[in-house]
């Protein structure tokens, strides 16, 4: 009796295992990998027993490179939170003469715990209002500005910060400035968050894992990991994705669905997942993500949105008034060519409307775009590859910029393809635009960098991530050439998609609905499954 297509296949083993020629061994198959491996014997021999040892796997040795990473990322950050004693006798931090740019330590957790009115034991985030330039031409009532989870994130650590301190008080724990026992206690789950993606990565890799080594030590997380709040982002995405590679796709959308409620890019991951499910007759599973994730998205959101609307809708209101950020392909243009821009110059308040009908028409565009290639490619594309696409698109076409925004990409360019001295590369770049973003904040007139010489720096970065991209859509259209499709291996992300057969195509293309071959020979894939 024959299933319909929009049925899920049986279920995958969560676990394989594996030979010893099946097993991916980056010493042995990665030049970088290998050259690395020398001063400590070299690459792994040939009669080497591999996937026995009673403690350390390729997880474990990923989390235990992640908990170096971050302690590095920790204290590249700790010159913000020292303090010294001013001429009150009161102690506060030491931000003089620049510190957090001349020590290229900033973070927004620091200035937000005042800023949000975080340091009030008695505000909650988004009932809680200001005025801002009160008393001024511009002034503006103010709430909190993220969205909820987010928001409420601060705010349980903020409350956590005064708990600490009034103990500290009792000499029952060590004290310190409340800022930097915030900053602190935020810090610690950040990094909770972090080791969560690897750990997810590992999964999601399945005969791969040692590729999380490289969302373990990325140079990204050496620099943001403790910028901003982005590593529940990529934690909630990333473990959303790995739900959905085990056929679980209320739980991918529960997760996808707390994550758009942290920052709004996991949502963008439907998208992906709708194209290959309609290529594949996978609607229905489909269809169950994407309401789980609305449903999730609402049920956080709309206690807020119901009781505390002005609060709540501050987010949506900043997004919408903001400009063109310092780092976007936008401002490049302005700065280089002395464009005024879509809109012209603004007053404080006005929406730029064509900036943002432009950026949003850009982003659309592409998405078009990619959603064409996952129709019209030989062989069906994996999920991190149209992933990766999407997000990478989004950060390219979007007015806004943020550096910690580059870390969305790290989990989903390890999954989607894991060439390490490119990725490596690209994040490099991406982690060296801190330096002289820091300087030009510093200003020239305290001896900081012009503007020309960070925008320069921004091009190289974006430029590596289309050459990222452009590497990928070549893959997509030449699966032989995929590292992941080794033979056997479809697509470790795919869950129901895995080896699931094509049933819808672009109009005009041929129809191929035979299975890609579970073995090829050399890892030759066609898309016909013949050889």
Not at 238 to 263: F, Y
Request: proline share 7%.
């Amino acid at each position: 009796m024959s299933s319909s297509p929009d049925e899920a296949s049986p279920t995958v083993p969560e676990t394989v295992s594996l030979t010893a020629d099946e097993r991916v061994l980056p010493t042995r198959n990665e030049p970088l990998a290998t050259a690395a491996s020398r001063p400590v014997g070299g690459p792994i021999g040939e009669h080497a027993t591999v996937g026995r040892h009673w403690f350390w796997s390729p997880l474990r040795v990923g989390l235990l490179l992640a908990v170096l990473a971050l302690t590095v990322s920790w204290f590249g950050k700790a010159a913000c939170i020292q303090q010294f004693t001013n001429d009150n006798g009161d102690a506060e931090l030491d931000w003089r003469s620049g510190r957090p740019y001349v020590a290229m330590c900033y973070s927004d957790i620091v200035p937000l715990y005042g800023a949000e009115r975080l340091n009030d034991p008695s505000t909650f985030p988004y009932a809680t209002q200001w005025i801002e330039n009160e008393g001024e031409p511009n002034e503006q009532v103010r709430y909190m500005e993220y969205p909820v989870l987010t928001g409420l994130f601060q705010w349980v650590n903020a409350k956590l910060t005064h708990a600490w301190a009034d103990v500290a008080a009792t000499g029952w724990l060590p004290g310190a400035l409340p800022v930097v026992i915030y900053f602190n206690i935020t810090a610690l789950f950040l990094a909770l968050a972090w080791l969560t993606t690897v750990w997810a990565v590992a999964r999601s890799a399945r005969h791969r894992p040692w590729d999380a080594v490289l969302v373990a030590i990325s140079p990204l997380v050496l620099v943001h990991a403790f910028t901003n709040f982005d590593t529940l982002a990529t934690m909630l995405a990333a473990t959303g994705l790995l739900a959905w590679s085990r056929r679980r796709p209320a739980l991918a959308g529960l997760l996808l669905g707390l994550g758009a409620a942290v920052k709004m890019y996991p949502l963008f991951l439907l998208g992906p997942l709708l194209i290959l499910c309609l290529r594949a007759g996978k609607l229905r599973t489909w269809t169950v993500t994407a309401v789980t994730t609305g449903v999730a998205w609402a049920v956080v959101n709309l206690p807020i949105a119901l009781f505390m609307r002005e609060g709540w809708e501050e987010f949506f209101r900043l997004n919408t008034e903001r400009g063109m950020d310092p780092d976007s392909l936008y401002n490049v243009v302005s700065y280089f060519t002395g464009w005024a821009g879509f809109d012209g110059e603004l007053i404080r308040g006005e929406a730029p409307t064509v900036l943002n009908a432009v950026s949003g028409g850009l982003f659309l565009a592409c998405c078009a775009g990619i959603a064409y290639i996952g129709l019209s490619a030989p062989v069906r594309p994996r999920v991190a590859q149209l992933c990766f696409l999407v997000v990478a698109a989004f950060l390219l076409t979007n007015k806004v910029w943020s550096p910690q925004y580059s870390l969305w990409l790290v989990p989903l360019a390890v999954l989607a393809i894991p060439r390490w001295r490119l990725l490596l590369g690209w994040m490099l770049i991406d982690a060296l635009v801190w330096a002289p973003r820091m300087f030009y904040y510093l200003g020239v007139d305290n001896r900081g960098l012009p503007e020309g010489w960070f925008l320069g720096t921004v091009v190289v970065r974006d430029l590596a991530v289309i050459a990222v991209c452009a590497v990928i859509i070549r893959e997509i259209y030449r699966p032989a050439a995929d590292l992941v499709r080794t033979p056997g291996v479809d697509d470790p992300l795919g869950g129901v998609l895995d080896k699931a057969r094509d049933v819808r195509k672009l109009p005009g293309l041929p129809s191929r609905t035979k299975r890609i071959p579970r073995h090829a020979r050399d890892g030759q894939l066609e898309p016909s499954g013949k050889r």
